[in-house]
């Protein structure tokens, strides 16, 4: 399996300028799960890197709480965005 199309497990934290935190968020992203969590930290590194804003708004899907959170955000007030990722292991058992 590819790695693009792997199902991966997100945390999002946000911080702000003077000190805020927003999060942490729980996401899922895969090809059969539309969630933006991969698109918002690629987004705010473009932004970093000199890239002008385009896009202010994300969902971000929890499906093991059934849940889908809305972000919009300003990433001129973003101080960071701390992505944490579950890996998967594989165990090659005899």
């Not at 896009?55 to 709480?65: G, S």
């Not at 972000?71 to 579950?86: C, S």
Request: hydrophobic letters at 35%; aromatic letters at 10%; zero cysteines.
């Amino acid at each position: 399996m590819s790695t693009d199309r792997a199902l991966t497990n997100h945390e999002i934290t946000i911080t702000f300028k003077g000190g805020a935190v927003l999060g942490p968020f729980r996401a899922t992203w895969s090809t059969e799960i539309l969630s933006d969590v991969r698109e918002l930290t690629r987004d705010y590194d473009a932004f970093l890197g000199g890239a002008k804003q385009s896009r202010f708004k994300y969902h971000l899907h929890d499906p093991d709480l059934n849940v889908s959170h809305s972000l919009v955000i300003d990433f001129t007030n973003v101080t960071a965005i701390y992505d944490r990722v579950q890996l998967q292991h594989h165990v090659d058992r005899d």
